[in-house]
């Protein structure tokens, strides 16, 4: 049972700030989405995590140890970081070898990767003659080499027809399920909300939001009320945040309940069409999170009432 | 025993692309010339006297110096190339101890530059030998000589793939390594020599040829100790650069 344990981490490169003391836990058992716009820092903070990239400070750790420290790393840790990590004169199984080389794998071992990730026929052909699907489930056979209890993966489904990303998913879900531990980055946000547990949402390197995914939805209530504005006004005095949504009728409120925004609105009688706990999709609380830095900043704090805000602004 | 593993994954990367073959036919191409210079190839003055004697033929066959430059080339591109193509990415993944991990690749290229240069050697003394038949000279080299000749190469060849692997791991980039390579080795010794007339006994194609028994200045310890030396600073070069440096 490793979880991955990302501490204070920061990183430049010249005047850049990639990752601004980021901390984060990635638990066994759960599926992890790490999300973020691009350039947000996920890569940076993957390739500091697995060591091919060095902090400037804070730790990234696997379990208790540096990537570096572990023992068996390809046994430890399977990861899907650079879809073109090949040579392209190369087969598909020789790849393999090469990293079966290196950690000790059996050539069957080779075969049973291959044969899970639907490459057995295309083993023996030039990895530059495979489509990026086909490269992509080459990443993931060699993730699997070592049939690690820790997964990092970096845009796993790029490339992948529907039943590879339906495949991918039902793989990492059993592989969850066996308690393992699995760190995904995704921009296919309909497939995050598919598969993970819990979330870790940056934005400019800073970490926007984190915890379990049911727990983030649940976080807000949608309200919809013909008198909207009058409503708005009481909830930020009760110390909400609310944010107005498309519809001029509807409301987004953070850090109040349905039961106290219910009798909050009959007290003050004003009509309720429409009173249910949850933020929306994933797509939209993601576009929420990731708005620009002060929209960010407020959002962060949801429990501190700020003024109103309408998603537009949000969005833009 | 899991540094051997490295080692035989280096080995295994090298022979699952097509670049040895190709140096291995620019190897057979250079022989072919070779031999077609001795058969038809002559003086200015006409005559056959580049063959006439034991020295002209070992000088000839002496394929040390051409060795170091090839297995340099052989070992810059395939160092480069690994970052190029990222696949060091993966390696490292598997092996993140970069110290040893780098060390590996250096020792498969040396052995592969190695063995390439010992191909070359025999394949350009036996392209003479076959050659010398259709002239009226014999083979006129000891075997001991012919044994010198290709243990020179063999030694020149794993000092050259070792420097192209430094200035492979330092440059991270095919097309600069060549360049660099090509400076250093090709370009830059005469360019010394004019500067520094008492370098001429130091450089790469000097040592070779003192090696290979063609030269006797510097003597066989110290030019094979200098060989090693130009390999060992651009390996130490580009060991302290992937150990400090991010990979990707």
Redesign the interface.
Known sequence: MLPLVVNQLGKSYGSHQVVRDLTFTASPGRVTGFLGPNGAGKSTTMKILLDLAAADHGTARIGDRRYRDLPDPARTVGVVLEPDAFHPGRSGRNHLRVLADISGFSLQRIDEVLELVGLTDAAHRRVGAYSLGMRQRLCLAAALLGDPPVLVLDEPGNGLDPQGIHDLRAVLRDRAAQGHTIFVSSHLLAEVELLADDLVVVDKGRLVTSGALDDLKQAAVMVRSPRAEDLAVRLVAAGGAVETGDAPETLTVRGLTTDLIGDLAHNAGIALHELASGAGSLEEMFLRWTGDEAQATSRRSRLIPTAVTTRKEVVS | M?WI??V??EL??LT???MPFAFLGVIVLLAAVTGAAVIWGTDMDGSKGFIATAADQRSLMAFAGNAMMGAALFGAVAVA?EFG???V?????????RASTVTAQVVAVLLAGALLSIIGAILIVGSVAIALQFTEYGFLVSTGGVVRVIVASSLTGAAGGAFGAGIGALIRNVGGAVTVVVGLLFISPPMLIQLVPESVEWIPSSLAWSISGVLTEPGVPAAIAAVALWALVPVLAGLTVTLRR???
């Not at chain 2, 990415?89 to 101890?97: G, I, K």
Request: aromatic share 4%.
């Open positions: 899991r593993r490295k035989r994954s295994r990367k699952t692309t097509k190339r193509h990222g696949t990415v993966p390696t490292f993944l598997a092996s993140p101890r991010d990979v990707v």
